[in-house]
């Protein structure tokens, strides 16, 4: 097994971005507030390398904004601040994120000849309605053309969903998840709606237009998204924004923020795979569930949230999470 990759992130908070959208506010989500130059690049790189074996795979990932969108000018000139550790192989690859509408086949090959090997896409919704209520600017259209652009010019392909934006709905998400899966993603990322300080989505909130996506929400339709991705063979990388001292701290007003939004959907969708296979069981009341040994948290939940469901959902005596060699995502009933 090849050693995971050591990610060195730069921040590019708004860069590109010709409209706000109506959720967003990417200096509270990254907590940069300066835009990234040369100088950023190389102190980011340099910094991170000290603590990097130099036998380890890194990557150099250009966060938030939309990086083929900023002047062409001001790409080379982050794109060639990473020349140096590209060529000495210390950083192998670099990734980057961007919009649909600013994906073409001049910027692919530009993108290509300084070792870009990953673009993320905010894709965000595939309904039409969903994405001009939440001032995307942007079409599902959009969306699929660059989706094969990429994929086509031998970029590795990760696209970005949002759940709960404006106008949406679970079905609307449902159809959005199989539109994104048929688009062969190397990976996804489900950022459920998280309402920001200071964005639009906050004002229509505190005036009552616009209902919370809350936690709960996100995780049950979260473990439905999984289900699809998962079922497909396409990775889920991350389930919500990353934990900062300022979201935390009361950036987020409302919605769906949670330290660790993932587990809690991974662990749902466990308690749904044991529902269902419980539902079609004959059992005396005592069950036993071999999983994978590193998912036993998950398929026993927090707090013994999905050892309490079942128990009660079903009339159930006790109910065991026992460690086996089976692989991750995967389990067994034994009944007794």
């Known amino acids: 097994m090849s050693p995971k990759r050591f990610i060195i992130p730069v921040f590019i908070p708004h860069l590109g971005c010709h409209n706000d959208c ?4 990417q200096r509270k989500i990254s907590g940069e507030l300066k835009p990234a130059t040369a100088k950023t690049v190389k102190a980011a790189v340099e910094e991170a390398l000290k603590k990097i074996p130099e036998d380890r795979p890194a990557e150099l990932a250009f966060y938030g904004g939309s990086f083929t969108a900023i002047p ?4 080379t000139e982050l794109l060639e601040a990473a020349q140096p550790f590209i060529e000495s192989g210390r950083v192998g690859e670099i990734r980057l994120s961007t919009r649909p509408d600013a994906v073409d086949l001049h910027c692919l090959e530009r993108l290509k000849s300084y070792g870009v090997k990953t673009i993320e896409l905010g894709a965000q919704s595939m309904d039409e309605g969903v994405l001009k209520a939440s001032g995307r600017g942007h079409t599902a ?3 699929e053309c660059a989706s094969r652009l990429i994929k086509e010019h031998g970029f590795n392909l990760i696209l970005q969903m949002m759940t709960g934006l404006p106008g949406d709905t679970e079905e609307k998400a449902m159809e959005t998840v199989r539109k994104l899966a048929s688009l062969s993603p190397d990976g996804v990322r489900v950022y459920p709606t998280v309402i920001l300080r200071d964005t639009a989505l906050y004002n229509l909130w505190k005036a009552g237009r616009y209902r919370e996506h809350t936690v709960e929400d996100a995780v049950r339709l979260g473990a439905k998204l999984y289900e699809i991705f998962t079922g497909a063979g396409i990775p889920v990388i991350r389930f ?3 934990p ?3 979201l935390s701290g009361g950036e987020a007003a409302g919605g769906a923020y949670h330290p660790a939004l993932g587990e809690l959907v991974r662990s749902e969708f466990y308690l749904n795979l044991a529902r269902e296979l419980i539902s079609t069981s004959k059992h005396g009341g005592e069950i036993v569930l071999g ?5 036993v ?3 026993t939940g927090q707090k013994r949230r999905n050892i309490n469901a079942l ?3 079903f009339n159930l005596k006790s109910v065991i999470v026992r460690e086996t060699e089976l692989p991750a995502g995967k389990f067994v009933i034994i009944l007794q």
């Open 311 to 313: 128990m009660q959902e």
């Open 72 to 75: 062409e000018h001001e790409q």
């Open 297 to 299: 948290s998950l398929m």
């Open 291 to 295: 999983v994978n040994r590193g998912c």
């Open 244 to 246: 900062s001292d300022e």
């Open 240 to 242: 919500g924004l990353n």
């Open 22 to 25: 109506v959720f967003c506010n």
């Open 141 to 143: 259209a959009d969306t």
